[in-house]
């Protein structure tokens, strides 16, 4: 059974670096099978993908035009996990945040969520 | 961007009632493979949403068989056969057909 497990800070300042890590267990960040994602979720943008890392050979990140100046997804094969890193915040990026699994063409599998707020 | 379209936003539901919820995409999700790539999902309150049906028709496992999905192209539904209780939340859709995946707005489905 796959499970991802999401941590992080809830509360993050104006301008600064939102940082959130996903485990992963019962698969593998490195499979050939599946990408891993990140998708917020606001009442002013309802579920919002941000961004994915794969593996198929060599290792691929694609993000959303939204965010992609702003964005890194870096995955860490030691420790069989992903980050989403979010630069220079500001109070519209408030939001739930998810880490997912996508395989066979849907989100199969999701993170419990992480409430971010940006607030001074 | 693929823009995904549902309704309706809300829907009072009766227990042991049927229920359907429509979605529509701004272009066909039907692949030359012939199949249709949406998908479904139900938030419960507080919860993460939880994956029911991919390839427009197919239940994820452990999906109940009151749950079905159909239609194909632009214009898809989703319908439930006789309501339960934890039937409640709110329902998305989202097209898987190319990145990025976009979701509807969602339909909150609650009891009468």
């Known amino acids: 059974q796959v499970q991802l497990q999401q941590s992080g800070p809830g509360l993050v300042k104006p301008s600064q670096t939102l940082s959130l890590t996903c485990a992963i267990s019962?698969?593998?960040?490195?499979?050939?099978?599946?990408?891993f994602d990140w998708v917020r979720q606001s009442p002013s943008r309802g579920l919002e993908w941000l961004g994915r890392?794969?593996?198929?050979?060599?290792?691929?990140?694609d993000y959303a035009e939204s965010v992609k100046t702003r964005i890194t997804i870096n995955p860490d094969t030691s420790k069989n996990q992903f980050s989403l890193q979010l630069n220079s915040v500001t109070p519209e990026d408030t939001a739930v945040y998810y880490c997912?699994?996508?395989?066979?063409?849907?989100?199969?599998?999701w993170g419990q969520g992480t409430m971010v707020t940006v607030s001074s | 961007d693929i823009m995904m379209t549902q309704s309706p936003l809300s829907l009072p539901v009766t227990p042991g009632e049927p229920a359907s919820i429509s979605c529509r995409s701004s272009?066909?999700?039907?692949?030359?493979?012939?199949?249709?790539?949406l998908a479904w999902y139900l938030q419960k309150p507080g919860k993460s949403p939880q994956f029911l049906i991919h390839?427009?028709?197919n239940r994820a496992s452990g999906v109940p068989d009151r749950f079905s999905g159909g239609g194909s192209g632009t214009e898809f539904t989703l319908k439930i056969s006789r309501v339960e209780a934890e039937d409640v939340g709110v329902y998305y859709c989202m097209q898987a057909l190319q990145a990025p995946f976009t979701f509807g707005p969602g339909t909150k489905v609650d009891i009468k």
């Open positions: 019962g698969d593998s960040v490195s499979t050939n099978s599946a990408t």
């Open positions: 997912t699994r996508s395989y066979r063409w849907a989100y199969d599998v």
């Open positions: 272009q066909s999700l039907l692949h030359s493979d012939g199949n249709n790539y």
């Open positions: 390839l427009g028709s």
């Open positions: 890392t794969y593996y198929r050979s060599q290792w691929y990140n």
